[in-house]
């Protein structure tokens, strides 16, 4: 496909490490991603959906994946009762920004997150574990095109959530969120709760150097606390968040070292560790 380009960039992952992308695209619409996918197929190649790569660690010097940003219009729709029709490549905080003007009660909790819709519902986006409230508190129904099935469909919130961080489309790459609906209620907003937000992650999370916010979903905080500020080559757990990866590196190695080891402290202590962030090769 004469859309499909080749180049190195270190600007597609949060974590700013550079690789050299064999296969890279863009899609304006759902049936330029479909030719993607049928391409890819034909190809024997994986896909990779990116939205704005703010939970996407590229594992290789050279991504073999198809990587396919999502460049479909944003777009957020009013729609009767507080409700809105918004599409998956509009930035969280312009939601925010919209619910705001509007005295709506909203995920203000995720006004320092640089994601899109589209990765915060295949995320399942939230606060952490302990307080229960994800971006699906809000949503109705999400529309999604299905490579498998070759249709768009339309399921509720109830059909998507499978558990923390994890839903019908966490590291599924046929499965194309294209919108959601949300509803809302009104609320009497004091103070700015986006400017709230932001002030509370900038005392508490590390912005001292590029991450991808909390690594694992699943983890013993006692291992992940022992490791702060353990560093190898250009990566470290931060002192100063936990279960937080800072990256000065422009490989993605020593990020990759460090979950290894933190996987393999788990192993030894017969636990568990989960990856949060989704990895590409
Ligand atoms: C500073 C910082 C703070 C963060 N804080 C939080 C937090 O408080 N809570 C939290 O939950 N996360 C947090 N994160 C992690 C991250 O922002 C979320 O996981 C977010 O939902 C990822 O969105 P994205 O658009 O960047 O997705 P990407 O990283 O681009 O993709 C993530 C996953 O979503 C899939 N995906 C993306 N778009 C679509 C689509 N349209 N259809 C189907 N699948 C799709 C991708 O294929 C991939 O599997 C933080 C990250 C950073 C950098």
């Not at 957020?76 to 005295?103: F, M």
């Not at 489309?169 to 986006?194: D, E, M, V, W, Y």
């Not at 080559?233 to 460090?258: E, M």
Request: aromatic share 14%.
């Amino acid at each position: 496909m004469e859309s499909i380009k080749s180049f190195t960039d270190n600007n597609l992952s949060f974590y700013r490490t550079t690789h050299y992308f064999e296969q890279y695209g863009e899609f304006y619409t759902v049936d330029q991603f479909h030719e993607y996918c049928n391409w890819a197929k034909a190809n024997n190649t994986k896909v990779y959906i990116l939205g704005n790569g703010s939970n996407t660690l590229f594992t290789r010097k050279r991504v073999k994946s198809l990587v396919l940003k999502n460049k479909l219009h944003k777009k957020i729709t009013a729609l009767p009762g507080n409700r809105l029709e918004v599409s998956s490549s509009t930035l969280i905080i312009d939601v925010l920004k919209y619910c705001y003007e509007n005295s709506l009660e909203s995920f203000y909790y995720l006004a320092s997150v640089p994601a899109t819709i589209g990765g915060a519902l295949a995320m399942n986006a939230g606060r952490g574990r302990e307080h229960q409230l994800t971006i699906y508190d809000f949503v109705e129904t999400i529309n999604f095109f299905d490579f498998e099935s070759n249709c768009i469909k339309t399921f509720a919130r109830e059909d998507i959530v499978k558990g923390y961080r994890e839903t019908i489309f966490t590291g599924i790459q046929s499965r194309l969120i294209l919108s959601a609906t949300f509803k809302f209620t009104n609320l009497t907003l004091k103070k700015n709760p986006i400017v709230e937000r932001c002030k509370w992650s900038k005392t508490n999370q590390d912005y001292s150097a590029p991450n991808c916010g909390s690594v694992f979903k699943k983890a013993d905080f006692d291992i992940l606390n022992k490791l702060k500020g353990f560093s190898f080559g250009g990566a470290a757990f931060s002192s100063k968040t936990g279960n937080w990866i800072l990256n000065t590196s422009n490989s993605s190695i020593p990020i990759v070292i460090l979950i290894h080891f933190v996987k393999i402290l788990h192993f030894m202590k017969r636990e568990i560790a989960a990856l949060e962030i989704i990895t590409v090769d």
